[in-house]
């Protein structure tokens, strides 16, 4: 039977039922209570003032302060000589309590590359973290409204990105090769992914590239979803594709935007760019613009 | 906003959000240290970026995503002994669940960590299968396929059978 068939199948009542057990956790979420929120505010103060600590030291440590380095990075109570002008204090943390912190930790990291622990990678061999687009550098007016992005780990278990997709191995597995994938949020949602695949010289990346491409071009729903019909579509930038899932169901019309390309840099490494357009406004050419934005900034490496 | 009136606004946001996030995590997770240490942690970064995400269309799913991903860096570093204790036929909380409980927890820690992040944002969060996407970076097909297994695996493992209502 197909999944999508036994998906409808469930009934209502095992449902209920089902939500009902997961449902009994709350007793104990009751049973344990929440902090006061002045806790949680306390908390986002002093990680404010580590953070400020933590540039001062910087700072201090190239102009060769480095007592004043050590006081602004330690949390334990002063034992210098009396200058409160240079000393972080429980008191002063108390005293920015009510007030909402400046956006320190984000500002300061833009452009960063992105970090290991938040790439999904192969077990045996990571490519280099250059070769991937900067997580801040994917706003856009287009896709996040301009609003700032972030890498993190999601739910990921094998490299394929899209239906069709012929990188598709699970973790772990003995042919797993070489991958990363990073995965950015804006506002809280999922909207881009970025996989980059090195291969072991560069003509098997040029097929690699080809492998996608003639599986995008070709591409269309596998036999057992019989829920979903899939329209493919080129854009104007070579290896860009618009993919359009329909439901079914009533669920509303997905697009997303691939585009695989070749690293000029590396040219043994491959990415793959997945960008969803969530407010199904993005037009194809504002799509490939931004899918070559991307590209640049990876490709260099 | 006057910062009055911001504090007012995000304590009535936590208060009115916090416990649904820890009960979210705990589902994920199944340790009550580690969904309230990061429940805290995401409402601490929310607090610092609370004229931005104040305004969002929903602050509630930047905290909830916040928090998962913090628990689920913690929960990694716990996997060693929390295979330990799945080894022994047995869940690692760390506070102690209730008895009829531990079956559901033992039942959850069965599940892949996808499949586990799924269903707990279907079941406990109320998100539709979209939304679970959104927040997750899963292809919706994806998702389904998670709570189609997820459901199935725990339905065994709870012994959750149609019309049966024992």
Known sequence: MPEEQEFQDWTKDQDARLRAALGSLRHDVDAAGIPDVRFVMRRASRQRHRAIAGIAAGAAAVLGLSWFGFQALDDAPSTAPADNSTVTTERDQEATTEQPPDEVSEDSTEAAPVDRVDLFTSEASIPDLSLFVPPALWSSDVFTGGSPTESALGEVEGTTLFDCDPDDVMWGGPDEGTFGIMGIWSDGSAFGTQRVRVLDTVEAASGYVDDVNAALSDCEAPPEADNIILDVQPLELSGAYRIRTEFADGTEPMTDFVYVVQHDGTPEAVSTFRLVDWSREATDAQAAAELERLGRLATDH | ?166
């Open chain 2, 1 to 166: 906003m006057s910062t009055a009136a911001a504090q007012q606004d995000f304590e009535e946001f936590y208060r009115a959000t916090a416990p649904r996030v820890v009960h979210l995590v705990y589902a994920t997770t199944g340790d009550m240290t580690i969904a309230q240490d990061s429940t805290q942690e995401a409402f601490a970064r929310a607090w610092q970026r609370w004229a931005t995400i104040s305004e969002y269309d929903e602050p509630l799913a930047w905290v909830r995503t916040v928090a998962r991903r913090v628990a689920i860096s913690a929960w990694r570093r716990e996997q060693a002994r929390d295979r330990a204790y799945v080894r022994h036929g047995a869940v690692a909380p760390t506070d102690g669940p209730g008895l009829d409980r531990v079956a559901v927890l033992a039942a959850l820690q069965t599940l892949s960590e996808p499949i586990r992040e799924s269903v707990a944002l279907h079941y406990i969060a109320d998100m539709p299968v979209e939304q679970i996407a959104r927040e997750t970076g899963a292809a919706v097909g994806t998702v389904k396929s998670h709570l189609h297994r997820g459901r199935r695996q725990l339905a065994e493992a709870l012994e959750i059978k149609e019309n049966d209502h024992a």
